[in-house]
């Protein structure tokens, strides 16, 4: 068979995503906050576009014949579905918006529910009593006009400073400000001093002489090259540097075990010893350079607020005071472009017009998505809301794509980085999707996170002298109607940072 070269006609459907249509995506995404600053980023660009009162309701003026964003506006309540899968109470809702066509923003896409784990670090959680070594240095205090004013010291600075105080040879302050340089923000040299050396071209005695002196700078424990150096230092600060206290801070991995027997026997002391010994290391400081970090703290902002209303209803307002009321002025559009004749000039304000109009119409998809998501999860966890983790329920992003008649992917968007403020405190809307654990009988089934929950509670309340297994936890569960294995009340327990058995009754034992 010859073969030749020859044209074909094929129909298929594509999703082809227009500029627009990716950046209505995108605003689902973003966070209350996010969308500030990004509407503040379009009113540079477009002329046509202001910012009315945030969240109000008030009437536009003259020239702002169109308003968009967030607008006080109740909407009916909303009834649960007739098919009785839950009997929530009623919801009420308020949203913003415009009229206008609604922007579809519903299309495929992967979902990933990954996120990284807290890590513990430094002496977090080697206290006997159970409770983490705490540091002296960056206490809690309020901040006053004054200080916002002021631009905080750094470490690098403090440090630098004190070494005005010192009098050094040209070669020793070469070296000091060399290993002031290699401080991390904990406060800790991590370069190997041999290296240093060997970069300064000159002999390891000096570097160590000079170390020597930095490390009786302030914040105590500065300069450490490890942990049992940092707390070492502080304690001859205190003039607590025993031998005893030398062998248990050389032993911390014991303490961090929970290991006491080998503990006191090591440092030849008796439990009351120990235990002040212990007392001592918590008011170390295991990183004194975070006194003077000049890193911000950003707090949660609530994206929608759910309260009981009247009558036993559930009220879901958007957060309006971090919402910009977005306005289109028309009556400046309607004059600019009477008064110009040029093709390009009246394309471009065309254009802006246009950006503004969708922009607006933007807002209000948004804000009724979200509202809408919100609203569904409050339906679907209402035991949650009333009466506690224990009454989570099992569920996932399928069940409310169906509840609401939207794709998986568009939710997995409304709830990224979202929160709701409810009376019981913020959750991040992915709180709430969590896995299921399969019923012993012929119940329902429950959730990870209330499994986890009674898990804690079931520790929290045993007493010393019966210390539960994870064995004697499946048991009890089991009772209790939840299949469950041993290994994963094991991932359970660690995930909750909660030791072991045997860690537990050696901690227990010692209070």
């Known amino acids: 068979m010859a073969l030749t070269p020859r044209l074909e006609l094929k129909h298929s459907q594509t999703l082809v995503m227009t500029p627009q249509l990716q950046q209505a ?56 579905p007739s098919d ?25 896409n992967v979902y990933n529910n990954d996120s990284p784990a807290d890590l513990a670090s430094g002496l977090s959680g080697l206290s006997l009593s159970g409770g983490s070594i705490r540091g002296s240095g960056g206490g809690d205090g309020d901040l006053d006009f004054e200080q916002n004013l002021t631009q905080a010291e750094s470490l690098r600075d403090h440090l630098e ?20 340089d290699m401080v991390d923000e904990s406060g800790y040299l991590r370069e190997d001093i041999g290296g240093v050396a060997e970069r300064l071209d000159c002999s390891l005695a000096d570097v160590e002489a000079v170390l020597v002196q930095l490390q009786g700078f302030e914040p105590s424990g500065v300069f450490a090259r490890s942990l049992q150096e940092c707390l070492a230092i502080q304690l001859r600060d205190l003039d607590r540097f025993d031998p005893a206290m030398e062998m248990l801070v050389q032993n911390l991995e014991l303490l961090a075990r929970r290991d006491l027997v080998a503990l006191r026997r090591i440092c030849g002391v008796d439990q009351e010893d120990l235990t002040d010994m212990v007392t001592e290391l918590q008011a170390l400081n295991p990183k004194p350079g975070l006194a003077y970090s000049s890193e911000m703290t950003m707090p949660v902002v609530p994206d929608v607020f759910v309260r009981r209303g009247p009558k036993g209803s559930w009220i879901i307002d958007l957060n309006g005071d971090t919402l910009p009321r977005v306005l289109v002025n028309t009556s400046y559009h309607t004059e600019i472009f009477s008064r110009t004749s040029n093709k390009e000039e009246k394309a471009f304000i065309s254009d802006c017009y246009n950006s503004a109009n969708w922009l607006v119409k933007a807002l209000d998809q948004r804000a009724k998505t979200i509202l809408k998501v919100a609203t569904e999860i409050v339906r679907q966890q209402e035991g949650f809301f009333l009466q506690g983790v224990r009454h989570l329920r099992p569920m996932n992003l399928r069940m409310i794509a169906d509840a609401i008649s939207m794709h998986e992917s568009t939710v997995s968007r409304v709830t990224a980085n979202k929160y709701l403020a409810t009376d019981r405190g913020i959750f991040e809307m992915k709180y709430f999707f969590t896995s299921a654990i399969q019923s012993s009988g012929e119940g329902e089934a429950h959730a990870s996170e209330s499994v986890k929950q009674r898990i804690k509670e079931l520790i929290d309340a045993e007493s010393p002298a019966s210390i539960l297994s994870d064995d004697r936890i499946v048991e009890i569960l089991i009772k209790e109607r939840i299949d469950i294995a041993r290994r994963t009340v094991a991932k359970y327990r660690d995930a909750l940072k909660i030791p072991s058995s045997v860690q537990r009754r050696r901690q227990k034992a010692a209070v």
């Open 25 to 80: 995506i995108k605003l689902l995404q973003y966070t209350n906050l996010e969308l500030t600053d990004y509407i503040s980023q379009e009113i540079e660009k477009n002329p046509l576009l202001e910012i009315g009162d945030s969240g109000g309701n008030s009437d536009a003026g003259p020239g702002q014949e169109r308003d968009g964003g967030l607008v006080d506006m109740a909407a009916p309540d909303i009834a649960p």
């Open 84 to 108: 009785g899968t839950h009997a929530a109470s009623d919801v009420k809702i308020r949203e913003g918006g415009t009229d206008g066509d609604s922007i579809d923003t519903d299309f495929d």
């Open 161 to 180: 400073s004190q070494l005005a105080h010192l009098h050094l040879t040209p070669a020793a302050e070469m070296i000091s400000r060399f290993l002031v």
